[in-house]
């Protein structure tokens, strides 16, 4: 192949411009980039091997090395793992074959830090080294391809790139850093391993620098052998050292790992640039055998509520490493644990289909779950804002004062998709129960549990109230809750789309019911008085003429109107049966286009208002009758089937 110039894909054109400009405050995280691109060519070098050991030709062992050559400016990273053919390094430097990407250039918002944190999460890796190089040659070889089918990419890494075929006798690839007048500072044995401790001690394979000695040069005075020698300064010796830990972190003991040597493996395995929220790391003995490194993140990824999201945790077997993202070892709800998972009983040669069939990872599944709930328990446990321990927290071990408020974070960022659970996981749903967190009438700024709930409901109340609702807003001031605000009976605000549908598979918390304020006659038990039960039935039979009179008008729109006794300001509200779907639910299947059953609410009128009063009687009885349906129905949050006739009909009121 002679050599041809390729233009770089746009949005790589755009990248590439954004990387070199918003990562610039954090450079040296190139190095950290292109060691892990080298080291996952190692891993998927491996894996092809285990079916095909010719790939590894006869350097079986796998291995990075770092090189620089000052005078040439240049720096090199190599790695000798599986390599590229010249059409995957068109494809792959040359294009962003990600989905995510233009939704992440959408998301930049110029502010260099942030911007720099989004890059990491949407791995543009091989780009970041543009950041110190204003020219990039990479040269590879696929493992097992003929040394003539070498090939050598070059770029300035603005608009596009050279390729050309090379003979190339090592497998694998070499990226050779051009360095900018500016970044020669990465030309320094030193600063090498300085970065390589930071971010990749952890990587599993060896990563080599070759070592330096100091020379003496020449005699000062060549005459006089005592006067000494001129500085010689650094000369490279031909040995090479290994210049990190190279042993999977997760291999080690646990007391042999400091707090930020697991961060930062966090950071390298997850993209991301935050330090997780908390960490478990075990060795898991028994039928199956397996370590588990789990964590969980301080904040939610952009990608969170994507369906097709997979999970964060990387299957290796034996310490070898199998695939990404192995959604069968975490269920669907935890999607946000990222980690590891180093399996002793798995075959090597594992697919994602056996992975779905297996019982071992049946088993490390449920592990897994249990874990991650243990966890989420241990941070609730702890988690008291301090407020909630009178401002006296240092009582508590520093281990505790460390976990303050961890879980409020936690179910901030995570709360909505951990509901999911309910319906997804049976199994554990009375832990999950305890683990979730509403907003409530009675509290004004932290989120209250079924367990806090339940411990101070009201002499007589026996079941757990709650309404759901699209806003904060509109839950609080719907009118379904005016009776529970008159007698002060707590109710849970319920504002996530989730929570309706999850709700679902939660009837009762602890022997207790949760009933919807929203759906069926409202039924207050013995927490209404015998003269309010009177007053109400009464009211029901002194109804009966107009209730039928309205039931006619609104036949179209309502599939029953009765008295109520949960309103108190309101004229009016709508209700669903019991068996019936919610009307946020239905809105929200509308809106996504789904089908909704077609059911008809209930209106409930309240015998107390003024309004309600004087509609029997009123010459404008069928305008009334209409007005109080759509005004109910906009008081939750819904939109009249006809505006323009609500309309019409309350300005002819007015006026
Ligand atoms: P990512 O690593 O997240 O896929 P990069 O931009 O870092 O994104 O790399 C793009 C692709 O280029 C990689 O997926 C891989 O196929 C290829 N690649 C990069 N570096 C190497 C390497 N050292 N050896 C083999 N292939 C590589």
């Known amino acids: 192949m002679s050599k041809q110039t390729h233009a770089f894909q746009a949005e790589v054109a755009q990248l590439l411009h954004l990387v070199t400009h918003a990562l610039y405050s954090n450079q040296e995280i190139f190095l950290r980039e292109l060691v892990s691109n080298a080291s996952d060519a190692c891993d998927k070098l491996r894996f092809e091997a285990l079916n095909n050991t010719a790939l590894y030709e006869d350097a079986p062992d796998l291995q990075v090395r770092l090189s620089f050559d000052k005078a040439a400016k240049t720096l090199t990273i190599t790695d000798n793992g599986i390599g590229m053919t010249a059409q995957e390094a068109i494809d792959h430097l040359g294009t962003i074959a990600k989905s995510g990407t233009k939704d992440f250039m959408s998301k930049l918002s110029g502010d260099q830090k942030s911007d720099a944190q989004l890059i990491g999460q949407f791995g543009v890796g091989f780009y970041s080294g543009f950041i110190v190089a204003d020219k990039i040659t990479v040269e590879s070889r696929r493992a097992g391809a003929p040394a003539a089918e070498g090939v050598r990419w070059i770029s300035g890494g603005t608009g596009d790139f050279e390729v050309e075929a090379i003979h190339r006798a090592e497998r694998g690839t070499s990226v050779i850093l051009h360095l900018r007048e500016d970044a020669l500072d990465y030309a320094n044995t030193w600063k090498l391993k300085e970065i390589v401790g930071k971010y990749s001690d952890h990587i599993s394979l060896p990563i080599l620098m070759e070592k330096e000695e100091w020379k003496d040069g020449d005699l000062i005075d060549p005459s006089n052998e005592e006067a000494g020698r001129q500085p010689g300064g650094m000369v490279k010796t031909g040995e090479w050292d290994t210049i990190n830990q190279a042993s999977a972190l997760w291999t080690r003991a646990k007391k042999d790992i400091t707090d930020e040597q697991y961060a930062d493996f966090y950071k390298q395995i997850s993209r991301d640039f935050e330090a997780p929220l908390t960490w478990t790391h075990n060795r898991v003995e028994g039928s199956t055998e397996y370590t588990q490194l789990l964590y969980i993140p301080s904040k939610a990824p952009q990608d969170l509520w994507n369906r097709d999201k997979k999970a964060g945790i990387k299957l290796y077997v034996k310490r070898v490493f199998i695939m990404d993202d192995a959604e069968a070892l975490m269920p669907s709800y935890l999607r946000f644990v990222k980690g590891v998972v180093d399996s002793a009983d798995l075959p090597l040669n594992v697919s994602r289909e056996l992975l779905q069939e297996s019982r071992d990872v049946k088993a490390i599944r449920e592990g897994n779950t249990r874990r991650v709930l243990s966890m989420l328990e241990d941070l609730a446990k702890h988690d008291k804002s301090p407020e909630a321990t009178d401002g006296v927290t240092d009582v508590l071990s520093e281990e505790d004062k460390a976990k303050l408020g961890q879980y409020t974070q936690f179910y901030a960022e995570f709360g909505a998709v951990l509901k999911e659970g309910l319906g997804e996981d049976f199994g554990n749903k009375d832990r999950l129960a305890k683990l979730l967190r509403f907003a409530s009438t009675t509290s004004d700024t932290a989120l209250v549990s079924l367990a806090d709930y339940k411990?101070?409901?009201?002499?007589?109340?026996?079941?757990?109230?709650?309404?759901?609702?699209?806003?904060?807003?509109?839950?609080?001031?719907?009118?379904?809750?005016?009776?529970?605000?008159?007698?002060?009976?707590?109710?849970?605000?319920?504002?996530?789309?989730?929570?309706?549908?999850?709700?679902?598979?939660?009837?009762?918390?602890?022997?207790?019911?949760?009933?919807?304020?929203?759906?069926?006659?409202?039924?207050?038990?013995?927490?209404?008085?015998?003269?309010?039960?009177?007053?109400?039935?009464?009211?029901?039979?002194?109804?009966?003429?107009?209730?039928?009179k309205l039931k006619e008008a609104l036949k179209d729109k309502a599939e029953d109107v009765r008295v109520t006794s949960r309103l108190v300001d309101s004229p009016a509200c709508l209700v669903v049966t019991d068996d019936g779907m919610s009307m946020q639910l239905a809105r929200m299947l509308k809106q996504a286009g789904q089908q909704a059953p077609e059911s008809k609410p209930v209106l409930e009128v309240n015998p107390e208002h003024a309004l309600v009063k004087k509609l029997d009687g009123s010459v404008h009885f069928h305008d009334l009758a209409h007005i109080l349906f759509d005004q109910a129905l906009l008081a939750e949050g819904g939109l009249p089937a006809d505006p323009a006739a609500y309309v019409k009909r309350v300005n002819a009121l007015l006026s």
């Open 455 to 548: 411990a101070r409901m009201k002499e007589g109340q026996d079941a757990m109230y709650y309404i759901t609702a699209d806003t904060l807003a509109a839950a609080e001031n719907s009118p379904q809750l005016e009776v529970f605000k008159k007698k002060g009976i707590e109710v849970l605000l319920m504002t996530d789309r989730v929570d309706e549908w999850a709700l679902n598979f939660l009837h009762d918390f602890d022997g207790t019911p949760l009933q919807s304020v929203a759906k069926g006659a409202v039924d207050l038990g013995k927490l209404q008085d015998e003269a309010e039960k009177k007053a109400t039935e009464e009211a029901a039979e002194n109804f009966k003429p107009l209730l039928a």
